[in-house]
């Protein structure tokens, strides 16, 4: 619920590899870019660590990629309308 003010304003994105992205800074003061760069840092923890238990859980714990791959198609599909996906190392609003 925290990253939704900042995905709906354009101030992040969904990456291609699935994992949040800042991409600008607009309207923004010292104080909520710092608390936006630490949700962004905390959810892609959050989200490489997903991969990596699922990968494992699975019995192939080389393959987290691959589990990342999967996670970021379904990411992207379940963007809301207006967020900002990234696409041919650009950016589109959904």
Same mark, same amino acid.
């Given at each position: 619920?925290?990253?939704?003010?900042f995905?709906? #304003?354009? /101030? !992040?994105?969904?990456? #291609?590899?699935?994992? !949040?992205?800042? *991409? /600008? /800074?607009?309207?923004?003061d010292?104080?909520?870019? #710092? %608390?936006?760069? *630490?949700?962004?840092? #905390?959810? /892609?923890?959050?989200r490489l660590?997903?991969?990596?238990?699922?990968?494992?859980?699975?019995?192939?714990?080389e393959?987290?990629a %691959?589990?990342?791959?999967?996670?970021?198609?379904?990411?992207?599909?379940?963007?809301?309308?207006?967020?900002?996906?990234?696409?041919?190392?650009?950016?589109? *609003?959904?």
């Amino acid at each position: 619920d925290q990253l939704q003010p900042f995905l709906e #304003a354009g /101030n !992040l994105g969904i990456a #291609a590899d699935g994992l !949040l992205a800042i *991409r /600008n /800074n607009d309207g923004l003061d010292l104080k909520q870019r #710092a %608390e936006m760069k *630490r949700l962004v840092d #905390a959810e /892609n923890k959050d989200r490489l660590r997903l991969y990596q238990e699922i990968a494992k859980a699975n019995g192939f714990p080389e393959k987290a990629a %691959e589990v990342q791959a999967i996670f970021a198609e379904s990411w992207r599909d379940k963007a809301a309308p207006g967020w900002y996906l990234q696409e041919g190392g650009g950016w589109k *609003r959904k």
